[in-house]
């Protein structure tokens, strides 16, 4: 019978590629961590790892142990920390991944009190406006924003993610406001990731579909809005990434009947657990206290309505088009 240990070698030598490193995590000789992984691929009559020179990678039947050997150890965790943690305080690494700008506005704030609340929680939180593996990269939980893709982990809601379309107010002296969906086609519209689609819903809850066009696009929030600010072009941003700006009137919300997508929603993400460990049920439960039902930066922003005398109004020139653009694509989406 393989041994836990041995299972927790393997799993640190395929996160880190390197045994050395996983030596250090676990006070062991590179010498003893080879060995060991070297009779675990004797006892189990397979190759797990292809060695170089330089180089220590998982092979396919790697690949599909490890994500099991994760499984293994997690719950080997929970059961331990099962018995205790009810008449314990949660403690432990916590590691968290969470998108950059996210994290620095509704996170960062938040600590001193959730550090002073869970003393014995140590925080790793890694920030990334890529998608993680939050399986492979060992992360406890991972907070996603949007419309997450169907998968094996547990996702909970923890706070809405509502989204206007916005400009500044440098930028819509130029350009009219869009009145229309085919009204995009004539604005420049900052694209974020790999986004060529606005999805949202107009005031009678039917969901469209736009497909729109820039020269500026990134994988980074902040960037976007930092463009947005300069006047660059026109952005379907969340509320919570520029409510600040709202508020000051740095940006102006345009077509407001048409708002971010019911499917979008910010999420705490983790591995599907029957034990979830207390302190990621702390971590979860504590955001999900902060935001409430109503986020918080939602309280103070001000929609214009389709109505507003300042909705619309007439800029200064208007915006140029190009006859060699074909019209948008606007359709409604399908059911989800």
Known sequence: MTAITDLEIFA?????GNMSAAGREMSLSPAVVSKRISLLEERLGAR??????????L?????????????????FEEAEDFVSRRNTSPRGQLKVA???????LHISPHLPEFIERYPDIELDLQLNDDFVDIIRDGFDVAIRIGELADSSLVARKI???DRVMCASPKYLQENPAPKTLADLEHHNCLLAGAQDCWRMKDKDGKEHQVRVQGNIRSNSAEFIREALLLGLGLGFRSTW???????RGDLQIVMPDYTGSSHFAVHA???CREFLPAKVHAFIDYLNEVYGPEPYWNKSLKRPTSGDPSHGRKKKRSSRS???KSPPSVQSAPPA
Not at 98 to 104: G, M, Q, V, Y
């Open 12 to 16: 640190r030598v395929a996160r880190t």
């Open 322 to 324: 190009d006859s060699r």
């Open 98 to 104: 969470a998108p950059t700008s996210f994290a620095r």
């Open 241 to 247: 990434d520029i409510a600040a700006e709202l508020e």
């Open 159 to 161: 706070a809405t993610d």
């Open 269 to 271: 993400v983790y591995p």
């Open 59 to 75: 092979t396919e039947t790697g690949e599909g142990y490890y994500k099991r050997v994760v499984d293994i150890i997690a719950l």
């Open 48 to 57: 797990l790892f292809q060695r170089t020179t330089r180089q220590l990678t």
